[in-house]
């Protein structure tokens, strides 16, 4: 019999008999590691324990502790899902039904049957019974014909559009207890490992997300092997909803929508850009610490400048419509993307050796057509700002301004308090290589300047294949909050394809042309999503420095309102924001008023503070922190209020 080599994540290696299975390997390792293995990643791709492995392969064994171990277990959840609707619902006809960050989801047509939050106990108390039976999750490859027929032998339509775009002799059907359904898997070994089940809502979700089809019933749910982790996850979505950036955002009166300037057009109020225009200002400030300059784009850019980069035909489907002129055949888009502004500016005139590198960097607003079912608060937004910019260096400085990057990504983490961080290597999917644009070389010399710059920097790193943009690979910034919850900001990216499309050049020391790298980066990634974040890390309670008012200035009574007054303008004269509650309201009131806004300091004034030129000082969820005088406090925002260096 022929063996396999199979390589461990330690690096050591072990061979098995040819179509060895991960379960196999599993029990080879350990009895413990084989009781809680949920699926197998082979040469980076997660499969079911059960599937055979026929050639050399490095593999890993996730389990319920890994990412890839969660992606199976609510893959599998969701098929669970359905077998409960099935049962519950007859005639229930199924759209797609994937894992998602934090739990899944399935789209049905319950057709004339109703649905809604009441009816989720029911189905949950279904899902568990038959999670008990411990059926087991088995793979069949069948034929398309087979698939059409059995899916059309059900009338589910929606099976049958999705099996139509496959390819005969890559489909294949999953089976659980008395349910089938069209999946590539991967699949957990059986229904008995979900023990704790929660559907967490119901929405409307368009049949693949095109406004024009019918509206399906979205379930969401997530599912956990033990009940203990499903009860602290309850309590995490409850501190999740107080700190939710919309319901903050309108508090803290930062930001606004309306439907009259249009969907995922953000509006930014008074405080918000307050909050806004200070982390612009943080930035450029180390931007020019840098080495920097700074530039300015227009909104719109001629659609043939986003033929030549590759945004139109990659990006085309979700921009906005091109502009059309009075001159018949100009087209003009709203700007997807800062990166073709910047190459043109690089072209308008000569480059030397000498020159480089040239760091461009703007604060440019671009726009997406992203779907109305997934816009949400300042997350996924139509119009958002990146603190984007484009280095053009020569091939031997990429790794030096590629770490140079990453030092000002770190910095600006540190300064925000996001302390808990992985660095994603984004990688090219190396099976579907159409998606991107570029000769083999130049990707696989791209993707090893990215590791070897975050090695230097000993960072924590994990490699993904499929996730890189089309024109390169990127070093991402996976950055968890205080909630545990992971968001992708920060982001770096090395890129020999626009210099290509754009012809750029530069006279080497040689005196012949040459063509330079692109790095591209945006440390914040965009501004309404880093803010967004930032809300919900922080509950609100921003850094000190950041805070649009860190003050509130509270007179006792009326009759302190003129010294409250000098005190503000004190205040405002030292570069310290805030406002003067002069309002004939009780101190108490102007106090609990202060606290809801989440101000830091409040600054309460009355005849001793008037007499003696102080202040008391209260401290937002502290409490009173005595009396100084008002050149002490002045001492203490000098140093504690300043943006950091």
């Not at 980066?521 to 803010?531: K, N, T």
């Amino acid at each position: 019999m022929s063996e396999v080599k199979i390589t461990l994540p330690d690096g050591s290696s072990r061979n098995y008999p040819s179509g060895v299975t991960g379960m196999a390997i599993a029990q080879s390792i350990s009895e413990g590691l084989a009781r809680n293995a949920l699926a197998i990643e082979v040469n980076g791709e997660i499969l079911d324990l059960s599937r055979p492995i026929q050639g050399d392969a490095a593999i890993r064994i996730f389990t319920w502790n890994d990412k890839g171990g969660k992606y199976a277990f609510w893959h599998s959840s969701a098929h669970l899902l359905a077998e409960a609707l099935e049962a519950l619902y007859p005639g229930v006809k199924f759209g797609i039904g994937p894992p998602i960050e934090n739990g899944f989801y399935y789209d049905v047509d319950l057709g004339e049957q109703t649905f809604g939050e009441d009816d989720l106990a029911r189905v949950e108390a279904k899902m568990l019974e038959l999670a008990r039976k411990n059926s087991v999750y088995t793979r069949q490859e069948v034929s398309k014909a087979e698939a059409l027929d059995f899916f059309g032998k059900k009338g589910d339509e929606y099976k049958l559009e999705l099996i139509q775009g496959l390819e005969d002799g890559s489909i294949s059907f999953y089976h659980q207890g008395n349910f089938t359904d069209l999946c590539r898997g991967p699949h957990i070994p059986h229904t008995g490992f979900i023990k704790a089940v929660k559907l967490l809502n119901v929405a409307g979700a368009y049949w693949r997300g095109d406004e024009k089809n019918k509206m399906l019933t979205r379930i969401y749910g997530v599912t956990f092997p033990k009940q203990k982790e499903l009860e602290e996850y309850l309590v995490m979505l409850e501190e999740a909803k107080k700190r939710d950036h919309r319901k903050l955002g309108k508090e803290l009166e930062l930001f606004a929508f309306s439907e009259n300037v249009g969907m995922g057009l953000p509006l930014w109020l008074p405080k918000g850009t307050i909050l806004r225009e200070r982390l612009e200002q943080f930035m450029r400030k180390a931007q020019i610490k840098a080495g920097y300059d700074p530039v300015v784009s227009p909104h719109i850019g001629s659609k043939a400048l986003y033929v030549t980069s590759g945004h139109w035909e990659k990006y085309g489907k979700d921009s906005f419509r091109p502009i059309q002129t009075p001159n018949e055949g100009e087209e003009f888009m709203l700007k997807p993307m800062n990166c073709p502004h910047h190459c043109e500016m690089y072209k308008v005139k000569p480059r030397s050796y000498r020159d480089l590198p040239i760091r461009f960097a703007e604060f440019g607003t671009v726009y997406r057509y992203e779907q109305s079912g997934e816009l949400h608060g300042l997350t996924r937004v139509r119009g958002f700002t990146q603190d984007d910019a484009h280095i053009f260096c020569r091939p031997d400085q990429v790794k030096e301004e590629f770490i140079k990057v990453i030092d000002l990504v770190l910095h600006v983490f540190n300064s925000l308090g996001f302390e808990n961080y992985t660095a994603q290597v984004s990688l090219r999917d190396p099976a579907n290589k159409e998606k991107y644009i570029g000769e083999d070389a130049l990707w696989d010399r791209a993707e090893r300047e990215i590791q070897e710059a975050a090695d230097e920097r000993g960072l924590k790193t994990v490699a993904v294949k499929g996730e890189a943009a089309f024109y390169g690979p990127k070093l991402d910034f996976m950055v968890k909050d205080a909630l545990g919850r992971s968001w992708q900001l920060g982001t770096i990216q090395v890129d020999y394809q626009l210099p290509q499309r754009f012809e750029l050049e530069y006279i080497g020391s040689d005196n012949q042309r040459h063509r330079p790298v692109m790095i591209h980066r945006a440390p914040f990634g965009s501004l309404e999503r880093f803010v967004a974040v930032l809300i919900e890390h922080c509950a609100g309670k921003f850094p000190l420095w950041l805070s649009p008012d860190q003050v509130a200035v509270l007179p006792i009574s009326e009759r302190f309102n003129d010294y409250a007054a000098q005190v503000i303008q004190e205040l405002k004269n030292q570069d310290i924001r805030g406002y003067l509650d002069d309002r004939n309201e009780k101190i108490g009131r102007k106090i609990r008023d202060a606290e809801v806004k989440k101000v830091p300091f409040m600054l309460i004034v009355g005849e001793k503070e008037a007499a003696e030129n102080r202040v008391s000082v209260r401290r937002h969820g502290i409490g009173d922190e005595g009396s100084v005088s008002l050149a002490e406090f002045m001492q203490l925002a000098a140093k504690d209020f300043a943006m950091p260096l």
